[in-house]
């Protein structure tokens, strides 16, 4: 039996590549973290170019806050954030990402470029690293106030990562989704996204409730929302409000469901089933429902750090959510009369 070798550091290169492991599984992952960075910097208009389903090209440009010449090395740093100081900061966070490996890691895995202005500075810089050198360079640069990061050729020097890529339709599929599922979170800002110089969507700044519902109706198709009812309610400081999809609109896989608490979205077990009871007794067996839905609750009763892709979280009083959650959508649900679900609302679009 061989004699283990002694313990070393692993270099900071090496690092990134496996913290890369946890944060970048594809484009879509890429661009959930450039995005969330943006919203968090501020930003009101959001632009992503994609080529060849983000492998070859994504690129995120935001009007944000910016981040200062002296912080730009630092923004590609593990570890670096200026969203958290104290541990006691994760309880209250109610920013969209905060462990600060992002960009280091997809900085090691892609040629990353990364383009910022603030408000204050007479001209923007630019930081350029590449996975194998990972000594940023920071140049002068043109830009106006916001940030841009063009991430290039992703996973070029992790050949076995990028055989696990799929067709560009599927790629560009989750990285679609994925800005979709902000769009509904994010009703302040807008979004555009183009794939090989063609404009996919244009969701422009959604105020007031007409323009809410249609952006709804441009992420969900505008049949969901001609079937769906409205709902807000608020009870024992929590509030509900958004649409659920009529019983007749239900569909056969689990893939227009958007629950958000806080404005992040979820997909959590406790969730899931509260809204499988309500729709218990309405719904055929292997259907699912539709629906886009937003809690809000007191933050420091929810943790959203149980896992890495903050995709779960843990409520402190779950039963207390539990109920509401599936008392407010039975009786929302027991409400519809058969002929509410022959005539459907005007469509909003």
């Known amino acids: 039996m061989s004699v283990m070798s002694r313990i070393h550091l692993l270099s900071p290169r090496l690092a990134n590549q496996i913290a890369a492991g946890e944060v970048v599984e594809r484009p879509a992952s890429v661009a959930k973290e450039l995005l969330e960075n943006s919203l968090d910097s501020g930003a009101r208009r959001i632009d992503v170019e994609v080529e060849q389903g983000g492998v070859k090209l994504l ?3 935001d009007d944000g806050g910016g981040i200062a010449a002296d912080d730009l090395p630092l923004a590609l740093a593990r570890h670096a954030t200026s969203k958290i100081r104290e541990l006691e900061d994760l309880e209250a966070v109610l920013s969209m990402g905060f462990r600060g ?4 890691s997809i900085s090691s ?7 910022s202005r603030t408000a204050d500075a007479e001209q923007a810089w630019q930081v350029e690293t590449e996975g194998r050198d990972m000594q940023p360079r920071v140049q002068p640069a043109a830009h106006p106030v916001g940030t841009s990061v063009e991430v290039r050729d992703l996973f070029f020097n992790t050949p076995a990562r990028r055989k696990f890529l799929r067709a560009e339709k599927t790629e560009f599929d ?7 599922r902000l769009a509904l979170a994010r009703f302040d800002v807008g979004f555009h996204l183009r794939h090989n110089g063609k404009s996919v969507l244009s969701l422009h700044e959604a105020g ?6 249609r952006r709804v109706a441009a992420v969900c198709g505008p049949a969901f929302l001609e079937q769906a009812l409205p709902i807000e309610i608020e009870r024992g400081g ?3 409000w958004g649409w659920v999809g009529l019983p007749t609109f239900s569909r056969s896989q689990a893939d227009l469901q958007y629950f958000y608490v806080n404005g992040r979205m979820v997909r959590d077990k406790l969730v899931a089933h509260a809204v499988r009871q309500a729709y218990r007794d309405v719904l055929f067996n ?29 409520f402190r009083d779950s039963r207390m959510v539990h109920d509401f959650l ?18 459907a609302p005007a469509a909003v679009m």
């Open 59 to 61: 690129k995120v440009r």
């Open 208 to 213: 007031d409730e007409i323009s809410r519902a």
């Open 101 to 104: 490996e992002a960009l280091a």
């Open 238 to 240: 929590l509030r509900l």
């Open 109 to 115: 895995v892609s040629r990353l470029t990364l383009t």
């Open 174 to 180: 989750h990285l679609q989704e994925v800005i979709k």
């Open 326 to 343: 599936y008392g407010t959508l039975h009786r929302a649900l027991a409400d519809v009369r058969p002929e509410d679900q022959v005539a």
């Open 286 to 314: 292997g259907r699912h429902p539709t629906f886009v839905l937003f809690l809000e609750i007191d933050p420091s009763t929810v943790d959203v750090n149980v896992h890495p892709t903050k995709h779960e979280v843990r």
